[in-house]
């Protein structure tokens, strides 16, 4: 069973960066999606980033958050730069073990969170 866990979160000044990794050792699966999600006090779950087992991303701002995995999948990561206060928050990583495409995946699996501050 893949059990997610992130870390890397903290607290930054506005304009720093992050590199948040998830442990997530999908590499025996021929198909996943695997996401970033972000949640803010008060605000709904928010998809940052995806990528799947073909390689392909999506991002939510493609200029300062990308996201990758390890050659061996095994780590799956969100590099975050040019953090904006307005990027507080709760940030999750998500899997779906067996989707071909993440537009549709059906996230089941999810992490504990890492929580990010930004400061002005």
């Known amino acids: 069973q893949v059990q997610l866990v992130e870390s890397g979160g903290g607290s930054v000044q506005a304009g720093g960066s992050l590199r948040l990794s998830c442990t997530a050792s999908?590499?025996?699966?021929?198909?996943?999606?695997l996401a970033w999600f972000r949640q803010a006090p008060g605000k709904q779950r928010e998809r940052v980033a995806t990528?799947?087992?073909?390689?392909g991303t999506s991002s939510l701002d493609s200029v300062r958050f990308t996201i990758s995995q390890d050659n061996a999948k095994t780590t799956l990561y969100l590099q975050m730069n040019t953090l904006k206060p307005e990027d507080t928050a709760m940030y999750y990583c998500?899997?779906?073990?067996?989707?071909?495409?993440?537009?549709?995946?059906?996230?089941?699996?999810w992490g504990q969170g890492t929580q990010v501050t930004v400061s002005s």
């Open positions: 999908v590499f025996s699966y021929r198909s996943y999606c």
């Open positions: 998500a899997a779906d073990l067996g989707a071909t495409w993440c537009y549709n995946a059906d996230f089941r699996l």
């Open positions: 990528i799947n087992s073909g390689g």
